[in-house]
C-alpha cells in the first residue's frame, strides 16, 4: 500500500471517539481532552508512516497512544524522585530536601489561610520578614536581616540599594559564574554599579583593593568562590584585613557567602566559613541561600548591619523578587531546627554531608541483598564510590561512600537506567564501566525497596 493511501487509511476522530466511548478509565477524562490527544495521536502516527513506519497505525494502538498522553495530563511534571547518584545538593534535583519539621511547616500553610503579613498580637498589617529575622539573627549575630527569593536576587538588592550609580571594588578572582551562566559582572551590571576589578586571577592584595578606593567608590564586595577553587600559587587578603580596610575609608564590606552555612562544617576534607564567622570579622553584609548547606528552600538571606539592611527593606526591587509564603514556612521550620532541634541529624542535607561510612556500607548491602532476592539472573555488587557534595557549594570535597552496581547480560546499562527513569518515581542513578550504580547516600530506607521493586518490573 503507498504512503498516501495508508495516510487515508488512518480512522477518523469520531470513529475513535465512538471506540473508547465505553472505555471506563478514558471515560474519567473530559471529552475535549479525549479528542485533543487522539488527534495528537493520529498527528504522531502520520508522522511516522510518512517516515515508513507504520506500527501504530492500528485503531487499537492509536488508543493506546491516546492513553497514554491522557495519563500524562493526570500527572504532575514536578514530582518526587529518587536520588541515587549520590550528590547530596543536586541542583537538577530540587537541591536540599526538607526536614520533617520544614515539610510539616508548608503542609499547614498550604491547608489555609496564614499569618503571612498579619501580626495577630496587634490585629493589623504586618511583615512577611518578621516571621524568620529573628531566627537568623540569633543564628548569625546579625543586627537585621532580610529574606528574598534566591541569593543572587539577594546579592542584586543589596548592589541596588548600597552602590547604584558608584563603584564595587571586586577581586579578579572572584568573579564568579554560577548556573545558567549568570555572572557576578552580570549582577553589578544591572543592579547600577560599576565594576572595579583588581589584582589577577590566582593573587589578589590588600594594597590592589586600596589603590582602587576614590571618590566614587561605593563598597568593596568579596565573592566565596563556593563553586570552584583556586589552588597553587594564589592568595586573598584576609577577612579582618579586608573590613579593617574597607572601614578605615568608610566603606561597607559585603560578602556573597554562596552556598552559605550556619553551623562549623567540615565535609570530604573541606570546610566552609559560618556567616556569622564572616560578620564577627567585620563585614558589614553577607547573603547566602537557604537551599543549599542550610538545607532549607530556596531563598536569599542577607544579613548585617543595621544602617545597611534598613534601607533594602525600603527598596522598590524587594516586592519583585520577595519570598513566596511555601519557601518562607519551609525555611522558617529549617531555622528552628538549628534552634530547637538536632540540625546535624534533622536536616537530611547535615546528615547526608556527616554520613558515617559504616552505615552507608550497610545500606548499601541491604540494598544488594534486596535486589538480588527479587531478581534472577542480576549481578549485584557492593563497591565504594567518590561523590561530589554539589549544587555549587564544597567544590573540593570527596564524599567516600557506598553504592551498588547492578548489571544483567540481556540489557544494556543505558537502556536499564532510562527504564529507572520512566517509573512511576522516577529513579536518578548513576552509569559506570558498562553498569547502573545506586549510590546509597542519599536514600532512605523506603528508597532501598523502591528501587529493589523497580528493578524487578523493568526484569
Not at 589603590?211 to 583556586?230: D, E, F
Not at 584585613?241 to 560578602?255: C, F, Y
Not at 543595621?306 to 513566596?324: E, N, V
Request: charged content about 20%; overall charge neutral; glycine content about 8%.
Amino acid at each position: 500500500m503507498e504512503i498516501n493511501d495508508k495516510l487515508r487509511s488512518l480512522p477518523a476522530i469520531d470513529s475513535l471517539l465512538s471506540a473508547v466511548a465505553t472505555d471506563l478509565e478514558i471515560k474519567q477524562y473530559p471529552r475535549d481532552l479525549v479528542i485533543n490527544c487522539l488527534r495528537q495521536a493520529v498527528t504522531s502516527v502520520r508522522d511516522e508512516l510518512r517516515k515508513g513506519d507504520d506500527s501504530g497505525a492500528s485503531p487499537a494502538a492509536l488508543i493506546s497512544q491516546a492513553r497514554i498522553l491522557l495519563k500524562k495530563h493526570n500527572q504532575p511534571s514536578l514530582r518526587r524522585v529518587i536520588n541515587a547518584t549520590g550528590v547530596v545538593l543536586h541542583t537538577n534535583l530540587g537541591r536540599a530536601p526538607l526536614s520533617q519539621r520544614a515539610r510539616k511547616c508548608v503542609t499547614g500553610i498550604m491547608e489555609g489561610y496564614s499569618t503571612l503579613e498579619y501580626n495577630v498580637a496587634l490585629g493589623e498589617r504586618g511583615s512577611r520578614y518578621t516571621h524568620v529575622e529573628e531566627q537568623i539573627c540569633r543564628l548569625t549575630g546579625a543586627e537585621e536581616a532580610l529574606v528574598v527569593n534566591n541569593n543572587a536576587a539577594a546579592v542584586l538588592l543589596v548592589l541596588s540599594a548600597l552602590a547604584n550609580g558608584r563603584e564595587v571594588i571586586v577581586s579578579r578572582g572572584e568573579l564568579v559564574e554560577i548556573g545558567g551562566s549568570f555572572r557576578i559582572p552580570d549582577v553589578l551590571r544591572q543592579s547600577g554599579a560599576t565594576l572595579v576589578e583588581v589584582g589577577s586571577t590566582n593573587k589578589t592584595h590588600l594594597s590592589d583593593y586600596e589603590q582602587a578606593i576614590g571618590p566614587n567608590t561605593a563598597a568593596i564586595l568579596k565573592v566565596h568562590t563556593s563553586n570552584y577553587c583556586i589552588i597553587g600559587f594564589a592568595s586573598q587578603p584576609s577577612g579582618v584585613e579586608l573590613a579593617a580596610l574597607a572601614h578605615k575609608h568608610s566603606l561597607p564590606v559585603i560578602e556573597d557567602l554562596g552556598s552559605g552555612t550556619i553551623l562549623p562544617l567540615t565535609a570530604g576534607g573541606q570546610s566552609e566559613p559560618t556567616a556569622a564567622q564572616r560578620l564577627q570579622m567585620g563585614f558589614d553584609v553577607v547573603t547566602f541561600s537557604g537551599d543549599k548547606l542550610l538545607g532549607a528552600s530556596q531563598a536569599g538571606i542577607i544579613a548585617g548591619k543595621r544602617k545597611y539592611i534598613g534601607p533594602l527593606k525600603k527598596h522598590p526591587l524587594l516586592r519583585a523578587i520577595r519570598i513566596d509564603k511555601l519557601s518562607l514556612a519551609a525555611l522558617e521550620g529549617t531555622l528552628m531546627e538549628y534552634i530547637v532541634g538536632e540540625p546535624t541529624q534533622d536536616i537530611p542535607v547535615l546528615a547526608m554531608l556527616h554520613s558515617d561510612n559504616s552505615i552507608l556500607k550497610e545500606r548499601a548491602n541491604y540494598l544488594k541483598e534486596l535486589i538480588l532476592e527479587q531478581n534472577t539472573g542480576v549481578i549485584a555488587e557492593v563497591i565504594t564510590l567518590n561523590s561530589p557534595a554539589g549544587g555549587g557549594a564544597l567544590p573540593a570535597a570527596v564524599l567516600t561512600g557506598y553504592g551498588v552496581t547492578v548489571n544483567r547480560q540481556d540489557m544494556s546499562a543505558t537502556h536499564l537506567e532510562n527504564c529507572l527513569r520512566q517509573q512511576a518515581i522516577p529513579i536518578v542513578a548513576r552509569i559506570q564501566e558498562g553498569k547502573v550504580i545506586f549510590d546509597v547516600r542519599c536514600l532512605l530506607e523506603q528508597d532501598l525497596a523502591d528501587i529493589a521493586s523497580a528493578l524487578s518490573r523493568i526484569f
